[in-house]
């Protein structure tokens, strides 16, 4: 099946030199091409460019051709949101009231809220159930445009909690056409094993990560290294655990302090390091020349009223920064990567065309897959998303109450 897009207004995000990230200063500039075609053959880019150039030859006579005129409307790759974790049980609003009265996050948690909330509920909950409230979120983010996205286990805290969550992420991935990646998530200590940390560990190590990989159920191991939460040196063991099993490094790193989880997460080569409102020189200066990502979740800190990372100052040191929703249901309830770009121009001082790289393809570096995914290059995957009549790209980020999605391509297959 070929699919043709035509006359479309402005085909964004194009990179014929295929990059795998897009850093510093370079974050700035987006290649777009006006009057623009882009042809689709089964379920790969196959040509795209000035329509001037659009050959007849290939496919005048075929059949098995769909055409779309995209007069006034614009293409885009589709986002890819390297950090939710949409497999969970119940929203939490009684915890959003509960901040609107005065109480901070870690004052909620200590009550048995927060992390330990999602936990009883998940584990109270049939896994069909957890699965057809999953498909309905991943559904409502597609419709957003967002083509990949990770999951992350974590509201398990039990090895058979965690394990029904991953196992549902791997239904997921054999029923949507999203790419999906899955990450078994080390989140908290249960409130049983807050004064036998050691034991939890063990477990973790010995048990739950061992089981994980011999289902092949997680693509990544992640460690929430933060204040009240896992130490760096317990989150070293675990990393380092989940190398041993062929599951790569993430980290959640410096959302509640200056934890040292970005130095532990870089030190074993994790593939990004998320959260980073407190980042410092310190930081900055180990994420340089490293292989770590770092990413930003603006849903996050402008839900719960937190500091902002530093964005700036990471750009103007030559870093690249990915932006990731983080939907989940205490801290972030949404999967809106066009919010997110609003945020990051609104609350970060971005501009839209660095809010279009840190979504697209920065942000599917962070899940491993920007060879394929994050950007408009021959023989990548057509993920796409056509706009509504847009008069420029920074309309998105401008727009921040509108779904200005038309048209969602998957596969090469429009949805």
């Known amino acids: 099946m070929k699919l043709i897009l035509e006359n479309i207004k402005e085909l964004v995000q194009v990179d014929p030199m295929q990059r795998l990230w897009v850093a510093g200063k370079s974050m700035a500039e987006v290649q777009t091409i006006k009057n623009a075609y882009l042809i689709v053959q089964d379920e790969l880019i196959e040509d ?24 006034g409307k614009m293409v885009f790759p589709s986002y890819c949101d390297s950090h939710t974790h949409l497999v969970f049980a119940a929203t939490r609003e009684g915890e959003f009231v509960d901040r609107i009265k005065g109480l901070t996050y870690e004052e909620i948690a200590e009550r048995g809220g927060g992390i330990l909330n999602s ?8 896994e069909d159930d957890l699965y ?23 509201y398990g805290l039990t090895t058979e909690s965690e394990l029904k969550m991953l196992r549902v992420i791997r239904r997921l991935k054999q029923n949507s056409p999203l790419m999906i990646k899955s990450t078994f998530l080390a989140h908290a200590f249960p409130l049983d094993f807050k004064l036998r940390r ?26 929430f290294c933060d204040r009240g939460f896992f130490t760096m040196e317990e989150t070293a063991r675990i990393l380092e655990t989940g190398l041993e099993y062929g599951m790569p490094g993430k980290v959640h790193a410096n959302e509640l302090a200056n934890s ?9 080569n994790a593939l990004s390091a998320d959260h980073l409102e407190f980042l410092g020189d310190e930081e900055i200066a180990a994420l340089m020349g490293s292989e770590t990502m770092p990413t930003v979740l603006p849903g996050a800190a402008f839900f719960l009223n937190m500091q902002l990372a530093p964005v700036r100052k990471m750009i103007e040191a030559g870093l690249p920064v990915a932006m990731a929703s983080d939907f989940n249901p205490g801290s972030s309830p949404s999967g809106n990567m066009n919010f997110v770009q609003s945020l990051g121009c609104l609350k970060y001082g971005m501009t839209p065309e660095e809010t279009i790289h840190a979504t697209t393809i920065n942000s599917a570096y962070a899940m491993g897959i920007s060879k394929n995914y ?8 057509a993920n796409l ?25 998957l596969n090469g297959e429009v949805q």
């Open 198 to 223: 050691k034991e939890y560990m063990n477990l973790l190590v010995n048990e739950m990560i061992p089981q994980i990989a011999s289902e092949e159920l997680a693509d990544f191991v992640d460690v």
């Open 48 to 71: 795209f460019g000035p329509m001037e150039n659009l050959p007849d030859s290939d496919f005048e006579t075929d059949d098995l051709v769909m055409e779309i005129d995209c007069s």
């Open 260 to 268: 040292g989880g970005v130095q532990v997460g870089v030190k074993y």
């Open 374 to 381: 994050g950007s408009i290059a021959k023989g990548k995957v």
């Open 119 to 126: 936990a009883k509920r998940l584990q109270e909950m049939p």
């Open 385 to 409: 998303f056509i706009t509504k009549e847009i008069s420029s790209y920074a309309v998105i980020p401008y727009s921040f109450g509108s779904n200005l999605i038309e048209t969602v391509i």
């Open 132 to 154: 057809e409230q999953a498909m309905l979120r991943l559904e409502e983010i597609s419709a957003l445009g967002t083509g990949a996205v990770e999951i992350k286990s974590g």
